[in-house]
């Protein structure tokens, strides 16, 4: 029957399903809420649900609140309950029925107006926690068709059937067929030769319910419908199979559960239909507002991204992606039914700080019968700078990123998504971020024209040199290496500054860099135009010398930052070795860049020949050392501002000859400098490098030659050098010249230039070489020489005095001139020299190092000279050797030099310790640094290997007290104990002038040593040859120094005791707290102590005394009482530096320190109260080992120990070691035991930590096998 023929009807009928169902309605609702209530309850929502109207999605209920039956009227605004199967099969049969009359007699006021889901304006979170498919979209979905059609669909193996589909604005819908499409959408068809039929009011079965749903359970959604904005990705499945198919992707949030819609087309203008409107439909601003990710997922990808430090929250992207499989591995499959086989991966890709993250999806909470994506099992991380290739398509969501590290093959992500337009953007914008000054891409860009209209402008350098902080960690977190280990300076003070200077590792147990930190640095450099110059000097580069990259060349540079193509072909580019390519890069692509020092970074060999080959017997390639073969071509071509070379201390091969002479011989390269000391040089080189460097005479500053093995004519070298016109630096230290008495050089050579350094070190100057270096110094074209080095150069008194009046204008008018006259034998003619520096003719600089004086009187010559003179401000008189320890006279004068002379700044009086050279002073000049009190112009004090001790120190300490100048004090190496340094301290509380003073480290680690050798030696003295007993055994020779060590039980409750009453201060750091292991020699400070009474003993001595011997913990409250002494004494040293610094610089500061009277020693003893507790205090041994035993040392002879060997070194007796006491060997620096009351009195301010901030306790070398 027609509906025009029976409208009467049709209008009774859907007003009386109207009215029957108003209570089972009612009914359905509340079982709605119970079954939410259950769902909640399992665990399939994690927040309570909020029910939204269905007209009105802006207003919101709990789902707890009670719903009541509307009016009449209001019918149509009931919530319509949900078309899952599982629900409706326990619904009254009445609802299906009016629910049917509903839609039908309605559907033409929902055509036009279409109900949508409510939208959240943010992408972070869900648009409401209840808002799912048994919302608003699942009942009602957008009647607004888009395309429909018969479409084949699968989801897995043997799963495939016709249906047909509907996408409307909001989801895609599956019917069984068209016509069950058309009885719900007006503008779909029925199939010809069918007309509508019209039920009427009866009670749909299980069956009828499944197509109403048009339900596939095949497909993974369970309402026979998608929800676009559930999408993923839309994109091809390209198999290489005759049939054309996309794959629809998408996730629910709430379960975390993926599923996938495949859809196969007969042919490909079809599929490209359905493929083109259903992605721009999923692609529309409103769905993607609405697109949202879960909470627990947002949480999850943060702890992953903070697990790998590259979380921060404010520049951290996530987006929703499914990893699929590339068409190269799908390629082969045999038939059509194997396409579920291609298993996309719906995931979350991370775009953190300085990594792309590829993120699993959150585990579901329960597990679902229906079919659905697996879940990703791995979790991968790839630097954002290792990115290689990007690629993005523009007809579906699908794109490609390709991550390559260095020395290894590419890995490409297959990828799709919604968002891919957004991830090239922000992809591209991080890597710009990253490495912003980089002049062009480094990698592989291919994108649709709309995403390349949306990428942001460059990024600007707004950090200080260019950002490389930042691209130098970038780059290293990309590759895999520690940025920390990376250590560089930036130097100012210095020529084509600033300079980029590459310090070794900071990892001490690594020497080198590996390649792969090298690849990291080098790169990092790149596009860097704030450095005027950059130094590897002492860095191995041999580890890319030779090294190729086989796997890409997208690094390999090509043209220089502006653009401008490097003269050099494809072949000759892409073959070099890793260092070649880098260093080339380097000089290319800054144009500021001037000056590169590689002084002793690669070691070269000589290529093996037919004639020479190697240890192997194999013929090696002369590769060269990889820095000429990268610089000078780009020299040649003048595509590098780089013009000077340091290549010192590098072997050159023929291979380097032939491209340092190929490019030296060209005018235009415009070289002002190749540094080529100690590079192996021989007479044909060396003359044919000085006939090339012809063509450089306008533009050539330097010349270092100094080292090499040429041996030259000076006639023909003074010829050869004769025709640079602008040298202002001359290197020839260590020059071999053939015998003759003509100079080295000419004066008439000297004075065409107008030098500024001139090195002779080591090289024999005849008289005639003086005489035309005296004619140079007193003409007035040496006005502009600063340096002239003459040390090794084995001058006499004589030539030092010519040199001295000839450079010297004006008496006692300082010249600025260094002069280093080193290892001299000044004490030949030795008046001439000290008449000339009386008389005022020195320069303001001179170093007289490792000067040997046969007679100490001539020292004393020397001194006295330097006490009158009025023109020397810095002055070097280290490493002077005398015959023996100076005399009480010779300390005088040297006092008289400290106290009378005002003109000297900086003074230099520091010893040498080594195994073919001792010099040093003795102990009297501890009296003659009383001069210092009186100085005051002096600034810098160096006096290190002096073996000052303690009495040195206290002499320094009452220095400091008065003078009011010195700013630095470099006392370092002089065995001070720790009172020592406690006395230097103390004495700053007056002194608000210095501004440096070491910590002492060596008299810290004889602490550490010499704590252990003693305890080492009384525990071999209490068991000579046999195990003790654990309980008692008879007294005997040495019961004194057993009675000193028994009752160490109490060392904790002392240590408790005594910390109850200590006031609280700043947390100290730790130093050097495995300095307990060093082999440091123990030295006479540390055995000074007077020996204890006799009486002292006998009063000691116990009846039932039991020889015991040091245990672990005994070690390791020595160590950790020393080391908090210590670290307070070095807490407070900062303070007070810090509080001069500010002084100095005019900051403000307070001047009282914080915490000061807490931190100061209130006794001369209190180190040795801490360490006599230890002695007497010790814990009971009856079940625990001792320390010092072995089965070795039980049945070894007392001299073989090494505490014997320390005690003899000391110039104890042997009779003595026995006797000698803890704190007798470990403070030599206390005169004398205090008594119990001041003990007592004194514990109250002493603070004992038992644990040091959960930093690891100092150990000893034993102690790893109590430790396990």
């Keep these: 029957m027609s509906r025009s023929s029976n409208e009467g009807s049709w209008g009774r009928r859907k007003s009386l399903f109207a009215l029957s169902t108003l209570t089972p309605m009612n009914n359905d609702a509340d079982a709605s809420v119970t079954r939410l209530k259950k769902q909640a309850r399992h665990g399939r929502s994690g927040s309570q649900r909020v029910l939204t109207d269905v007209y009105r999605p802006d207003l919101s209920r709990d789902s707890n609140e009670p719903q009541s039956a509307p009016p009449l009227s209001e019918s149509p605004k009931l919530p319509r309950p949900s078309l899952s199967m599982k629900g409706s099969m326990r619904r009254p049969p009445s609802v299906f029925g009016s629910l049917r009359s509903t839609i039908r007699g309605n559907s033409e006021e929902k055509m036009e ?58 989801h895609i819908l599956r019917y069984k067929s068209q016509g069950k499409a058309a009885d719900t959408f007006k503008v779909i068809p029925h199939p010809i030769g069918r007309t509508p039929t019209i039920k009427h009011g009866s009670v749909p079965s299980a069956g009828s319910q499944n197509d109403l749903q048009a339900l596939s359970e095949s497909s993974g959604d369970k309402d026979g419908r998608v929800p676009l904005r559930q999408v993923v990705a839309v994109h091809r499945l390209d198999d290489g199979k005759p049939y054309f198919a996309i794959e629809v992707c998408y996730l629910d949030e709430e379960s975390s559960q993926a599923s996938n819609l495949t859809l196969q087309f007969g042919n490909p203008e079809e599929r490209d239909v359905w493929l083109k409107n259903v992605h721009s439909t999923v692609r529309h601003p409103r769905l993607q507002r609405a697109s949202s990710i879960a909470t627990f997922n947002l949480e999850n990808a943060a702890r992953i991204v903070e697990r790998e430090n590259d979380y921060d929250p404010n520049n951290c992207s996530i987006y929703k992606v ?24 719906v995931g979350f890709l991370v775009i953190g700080v300085h990594k792309v993250h590829l993120i699993q999806l959150a585990k579901p909470i329960a597990r679902t019968s229906s079919p659905s994506l697996g879940l990703n099992t791995s979790q991968a991380s790839y630097g954002i700078l290792t990115l290689n290739a990007l690629k993005v398509s523009g007809g579906d969501d699908t794109f490609e990123l390709t991550f390559r590290q260095p020395l290894q093959r590419s890995r490409t992500l297959y990828l799709a998504s919604t968002t891919s337009h957004e991830i090239a953007v922000r992809l591209h914008a991080a890597e710009n971020f990253l490495r912003p000054e980089c002049g062009h891409r480094l990698f592989r860009f291919s994108a649709p024209a709309m995403v390349e209209d949306i990428l942001p402008p460059a990024v600007t350098a707004d950090e200080e040199n260019a950002c490389l902080d930042r691209t130098l960690t970038a780059y290293c977190v990309a590759y895999g290496v520690n940025p920390g280990n990376v250590r560089y300076t930036i130097n100012d003070q210095c020529e084509d500054a600033p300079r980029f200077e590459l310090l070794p590792p900071a990892d001490a147990r690594r020497v080198d860099y590996g390649p792969i930190e090298l690849l990291a640095i080098t790169r990092a450099l790149r596009y860097n135009e704030s450095f005027g110059s950059i130094t590897f000097a002492g860095i191995c580069l041999d580890s890319l010398n030779g090294l190729h990259d086989n796997y890409g060349q997208e690094y390999v540079c090509s043209r220089t930052k502006k653009g401008t193509p490097i003269r050099l072909t494809a072949d000759e580019l892409g073959r070099s070795c890793l260092l070649v390519q880098e260093i080339r890069a380097l000089a290319a692509t800054s144009k500021k860049l001037r000056r590169m020092d590689f002084s002793g970074c690669v070691t070269s060999k000589p290529a093996a020949t037919m004639d020479n080959p190697d240890e192997e017997g194999t013929i090696r390639k002369d590769i060269g050392c990889g820095v000429v073969e990268a610089l000078f071509p780009l020299s040649k071509h003048q595509t590098t501002n780089v013009d000077w070379v340091c290549l010192n201390r590098i072997q050159l091969t023929e291979t380097d000859l032939d491209y340092l002479v190929g490019a030296a011989v060209e005018k235009s390269c415009h070289l002002r400098a190749i540094e080529l000391n100690r590079c192996g040089l021989t007479d044909r080189s060396m003359g044919l490098i000085l006939d090339a460097l012809r063509a450089q005479d306008n533009t050539l500053e330097a010349i270092e ?183 009480e006279e010779t300390c005088r004068a040297l006092e008289r030099l400290l106290a009378e002379n005002d003109t000297l700044l900086e003074l230099d009086l520091s010893g040498e310790e080594s195994r073919l050279a001792i010099s040093r002073f003795g102990s009297g000049i501890n009296h003659a640094l009383s001069g210092l009190k009186h100085n005051k112009t002096m600034q810098c004090f160096r006096i290190e290997r002096q073996k000052l001790g303690l009495q040195g120190a206290s002499t320094l300490a009452e220095v400091l007290k008065e003078n009011k100048t010195l700013r630095e004090l470099h006392c370092d190496n002089n065995e001070i104990p720790l009172h020592g340094l406690t006395d230097l301290v103390n004495s700053l509380i007056e002194n608000t002038t210095l501004v440096h003073l070491p910590l002492m480290a060596d008299g810290r680690k004889m602490a550490f040593k010499s704590a252990e050798m003693t305890m080492k030696s009384m525990s071999d003295v209490d068991s000579p040859a046999a195990p003790r007993s654990p309980l008692y055994s008879t007294p005997s020779a040495h019961d004194g120094t057993s009675a000193m060590k028994r009752g160490f ?41 007077s020996q204890p009474s006799p009486r002292t003993r006998q009063t000691s001595q116990s009846p039932l005394t039991a020889p015991v011997s040091f245990t672990t913990q005994d070690i390791q409250t020595t160590h950790r009482l020393l080391t908090e002494q210590w670290d307070r004494q070095c807490y407070r040293l900062a303070q007070y530096l810090d509080r001069n610094w500010c002084l100095l610089n005019g900051m403000p500061v307070q001047m009282q320190i914080e915490d000061e009277a807490y931190e100061r020693p209130s006794s001369v003893g209190s180190i040795g109260k801490m360490l006599e507790a230890v002695k007497y205090d010790t814990t009971p041994r009856n079940e625990k080992p001792l320390y010092f035993d072995s089965p070795q040392s039980v049945h070894a002879p007392a001299d073989a120990f090494e505490g014997k060997a320390v005690a003899r070194e000391l110039g104890v007796s042997e009779e003595m070691q026995g006797k000698m006491s803890f704190k007798q060997f470990i403070l030599e620096s206390e005169p004398g035991t205090p008594d119990e009351d001041e003990v007592a009195g004194g514990m109250r301010q002493l603070r004992v930590a038992t644990g040091l901030g959960g930093l690891e306790e100092p150990g000893t070398p034993t102690q790893a096998g109590f430790k396990g």
């Design 705 to 887: 030659i100094a080292g090499n093995n040429a041996r030259l004519n000076p006639s023909i070298f003074d010829g050869q050098l004769a025709v640079f016109g602008f040298i202002r630096k001359l290197n020839l230290s260590y020059f071999s010249r053939t015998s003759g008495s003509e100079p080295v050089l000419q004066a008439e050579t000297l004075l065409i230039w107008r030098l500024q350094e001139l090195r002779l070190s080591g090289t024999t100057l005849n008289e005639a070489s003086i005489e035309a270096i005296a004619t140079y110094l007193a003409h007035p074209q040496s006005s502009s020489l600063h340096e002239l080095y003459f040390d090794h150069a084995h001058l006499s008194g004589k030539d030092v005095a010519t040199l001295l009046h000839s450079m010297s204008r004006n008496p006692f008018e300082a010249r600025d001139l260094h002069l280093d006259i080193s290892q001299s034998h000044i004490t030949e003619d030795l008046l001439l020299v000290t008449q000339a520096i009386s008389n005022g003719l020195a320069p303001s600089h001179l170093s007289m190092r490792a000067v040997e004086y046969r007679e100490e009187a001539s020292f004393r010559k020397m001194l006295n000279a330097l006490t009158v003179n009025k023109t020397i401000r810095y002055l070097d008189l280290s490493h002077t050797a005398l015959p023996g320890d100076a005399s």
């Design 113 to 170: 107006e279409p109900v949508g889901e409510p939208l959240s304006s943010t992408s972070s979170t869900a648009p409401s926690v209840g808002y799912s498919d048994s919302g608003v979209e699942s009942i009602l979905p957008s009647k607004t068709v888009v395309l429909h059609g018969e479409v084949q669909t699968s989801a897995g193996m043997f799963r495939k059937k016709k249906e047909y589909l509907v996408l409307t604005e909001t």
């Design 1049 to 1089: 039980a109490n060392v904790r409750r002392t240590a408790r005791s005594a910390s109850a009453y200590a006031p609280s201060f700043p947390a100290l750091p730790s130093q050097n707290r495995s300095t307990s292991s060093s082999h440091a020699k123990p030295s006479s400070p540390y055995s000074t102590t």
């Design 322 to 345: 499914v990893q699929r499989q590339s068409a190269s591995r799908t390629a082969g499959r045999s038939s059509s039914d194997d396409l579920a086989k291609v298993a996309s991966t």
